[in-house]
């Protein structure tokens, strides 16, 4: 993961120091103190200097630091790492990344990080981060904190970095957990949940190309539930095994708002779990919600919207839907019973290999605005929506409440027989099946091949509302 993604600035510094934030140091001026940045980022991005780790550490006095470590050369002065790790007590957030070209190399980095850590203590210590830059199955692992304490961290990021220490102290009172691409050395499934449990108000948990051993007890129902009651952020992805299955089944996370789930490539997805996680979880934001829109992509589904009363928004989003029968077992539940005032938008996104699954989207109810983006699966989509469907005595259309449609690489005839088909529908007086509304908005793409002559009746049927992009 590159650093830059994470938020740090685009800049390589050994060491960044708030020691002018301190009420009790003198603050230099803004030039002095760029200059301090601007000499350390130089020497250490042009290998010929040694960065003047002295002088920064002198200036900054006793105020907390903030460490940024990235991409450590080859040929660098352990030195100058260990005087940073011999002031641990004065850092306040830690983000390190190592990228050595040879196990030798971050073993001797590694070795010093392990040295310092075990038995040091970070009283100031609010986040930690630690990459090892490396082949995905080359874990490093490290013995951190063993007998030092971090009563002040609250975010931990581990990624192809493994701990000896999985039941240490340290690992507790988080509010965010992040680990991706441990596949060696790292915790059994039960020893997350108990990590998980030492944090009681933890609000951010994604959890990435892990692999959890399973105990043996967890292979039968789950007997222990752990409950995280302030959890917002919820992401399982490819854990491998039955992993997730297990997972969602153990943890209780009321309060979430963001749930992304990606199952890899296990041949059989551990939906009904998922289902008993999401359903009554997201059921119950989606029916105390105005306006939700459904995203529908060649590898994932995204429900997101927005709740009544307030500004955060929820978003379920399960990658690799592949399997159709998963659709009424994890989306078309989260809509069951149907909302009469929800309005519903759908997002179509797919490639030539995929094509709209018509047949699970029917059900959807209140859907008022249809997006398809890119030329595929429009002309299908224009033909069901043209027609009804059902059986002798009830037929119905195809989302009569729909106003809005966005469309692209269809020809124009096809769209025009659909919105006078409708138009006409919305006309006809009496029958069973509930009368579709007026376009209000149509939006056609500059695939869409329209004669002059069709365009102007689709006006006399959308009016104002009728756009085409080749006409811009």
Same mark, same amino acid.
């Given at each position: 993961?590159?650093?830059?993604s994470?938020?740090?600035?685009?800049?390589?510094?050994?060491?960044?120091?708030?020691?002018?934030?301190?009420?009790?140091?003198s603050c230099?001026?803004?030039?002095?103190?760029?200059?301090?940045?601007s000499?350390?980022?130089?020497?250490?991005?042009?290998?010929?200097?040694?960065?003047?780790i002295?002088?920064d550490?002198a200036?900054?006095?006793?105020?907390?630091l903030?460490?940024?470590?990235? +991409?450590?050369p080859?040929?660098? *002065?352990p030195?100058n790492?260990?005087?940073?790790?011999?002031?641990?007590s004065?850092?306040r957030?830690a983000g390190?990344?190592?990228a050595?070209?040879g196990?030798?190399?971050?073993?001797?980095?590694?070795?010093?990080?392990e040295t310092?850590?075990?038995?040091?203590t970070?009283?100031?210590?609010?986040?930690?981060r630690?990459?090892?830059?490396?082949s995905?199955?080359?874990?490093? #692992?490290a013995?951190l904190? +063993?007998?030092g304490?971090?009563?002040?961290?609250?975010?931990?990021?581990?990624?192809t970095?493994?701990?000896?220490?999985?039941?240490s102290?340290?690992?507790?009172?988080?509010?965010?957990?992040?680990?991706?691409?441990?596949?060696i050395?790292?915790?059994? &499934?039960?020893?997350?949940?108990?990590?998980?449990e030492?944090?009681?108000?933890?609000e951010?948990?994604?959890?990435?190309?892990?692999n959890?051993? &399973?105990d043996?007890?967890?292979?039968?129902?789950?007997?222990?539930?752990v409950?995280?009651?302030?959890?917002? #952020?919820f992401?399982?992805h490819?854990?491998?095994? *039955?992993a997730?299955?297990?997972?969602l089944r153990e943890?209780?996370?009321?309060?979430?708002?963001?749930?992304?789930?990606?199952?890899g490539?296990l041949?059989?997805?551990?939906a009904e779990?998922?289902?008993?996680?999401i359903?009554?979880?997201?059921?119950s934001?989606?029916?105390?919600?105005?306006?939700?829109r459904?995203i529908?992509?060649?590898?994932?589904?995204?429900?997101?919207g927005?709740?009544?009363?307030?500004?955060d928004?929820?978003r379920?989003?399960?990658?690799k839907?592949?399997?159709?029968?998963?659709?009424?077992?994890?989306i078309?539940p989260?809509?069951?019973?149907p909302?009469?005032?929800?309005?519903?938008?759908?997002?179509f996104?797919l490639?030539r290999?995929?094509?709209i699954?018509? *047949?699970?989207?029917?059900?959807l109810?209140?859907?008022?605005?249809?997006t398809v983006?890119?030329?595929?699966? %429009?002309?299908?989509?224009v033909?069901?929506?043209?027609?009804?469907?059902?059986?002798?005595?009830?037929?119905?259309?195809?989302?009569?409440?729909?106003? %809005?449609l966005?469309?692209?690489?269809?020809?124009?005839?096809?769209?025009?027989?659909?919105?006078e088909? +409708?138009a006409?529908?919305?006309?006809e007086?009496?029958?069973?099946?509930?009368?579709p509304?007026?376009f209000?908005?149509?939006?056609?793409?500059?695939?869409?091949h329209?004669?002059s002559?069709t365009?102007e009746? &689709?006006?006399?049927?959308?009016?104002e509302g009728l756009?085409?992009?080749?006409?811009?």
């Amino acid at each position: 993961m590159d650093a830059a993604s994470e938020g740090y600035p685009p800049m390589n510094p050994f060491l960044r120091s708030s020691w002018c934030q301190s009420s009790n140091a003198s603050c230099p001026t803004r030039s002095a103190m760029s200059s301090i940045q601007s000499t350390t980022t130089a020497s250490h991005n042009s290998g010929s200097a040694t960065p003047n780790i002295d002088n920064d550490l002198a200036r900054s006095k006793n105020a907390p630091l903030d460490i940024i470590l990235r +991409r450590l050369p080859e040929g660098s *002065d352990p030195k100058n790492w260990e005087k940073i790790l011999g002031v641990v007590s004065r850092w306040r957030t830690a983000g390190i990344w190592f990228a050595g070209r040879g196990l030798e190399s971050r073993g001797e980095w590694g070795s010093i990080l392990e040295t310092s850590l075990q038995n040091a203590t970070a009283p100031m210590l609010t986040s930690l981060r630690l990459h090892q830059i490396s082949s995905p199955r080359d874990n490093f #692992t490290a013995n951190l904190f +063993r007998v030092g304490t971090t009563p002040r961290l609250r975010e931990l990021e581990l990624e192809t970095f493994c701990l000896r220490n999985w039941d240490s102290p340290f690992l507790s009172n988080l509010t965010t957990l992040s680990l991706s691409k441990i596949f060696i050395d790292g915790p059994s &499934l039960s020893q997350l949940l108990t990590i998980l449990e030492a944090c009681p108000d933890i609000e951010v948990l994604r959890l990435a190309d892990c692999n959890f051993a &399973l105990d043996a007890h967890l292979r039968t129902p789950p007997t222990r539930r752990v409950h995280l009651l302030h959890i917002s #952020t919820f992401h399982v992805h490819r854990l491998g095994t *039955d992993a997730s299955d297990h997972l969602l089944r153990e943890i209780d996370a009321p309060s979430c708002r963001d749930f992304d789930i990606h199952w890899g490539t296990l041949a059989v997805e551990p939906a009904e779990a998922c289902s008993e996680f999401i359903t009554p979880l997201f059921r119950s934001y989606i029916h105390s919600a105005e306006n939700v829109r459904i995203i529908v992509t060649s590898k994932f589904v995204e429900v997101e919207g927005n709740t009544r009363g307030r500004d955060d928004g929820f978003r379920v989003k399960i990658h690799k839907l592949a399997s159709r029968n998963l659709w009424p077992i994890l989306i078309l539940p989260l809509f069951t019973p149907p909302q009469p005032t929800l309005q519903l938008s759908l997002r179509f996104n797919l490639d030539r290999d995929h094509e709209i699954p018509l *047949d699970d989207v029917r059900g959807l109810p209140g859907v008022t605005k249809v997006t398809v983006d890119g030329p595929y699966s %429009g002309a299908i989509l224009v033909e069901a929506l043209g027609s009804v469907f059902g059986d002798d005595e009830v037929t119905r259309w195809l989302w009569p409440k729909l106003r %809005g449609l966005e469309i692209d690489g269809v020809l124009g005839p096809r769209i025009l027989a659909m919105a006078e088909a +409708r138009a006409l529908a919305h006309t006809e007086q009496g029958g069973q099946q509930q009368r579709p509304v007026v376009f209000e908005g149509l939006v056609l793409g500059r695939q869409c091949h329209i004669s002059s002559r069709t365009l102007e009746k &689709l006006k006399n049927i959308v009016g104002e509302g009728l756009e085409w992009k080749s006409l811009e």
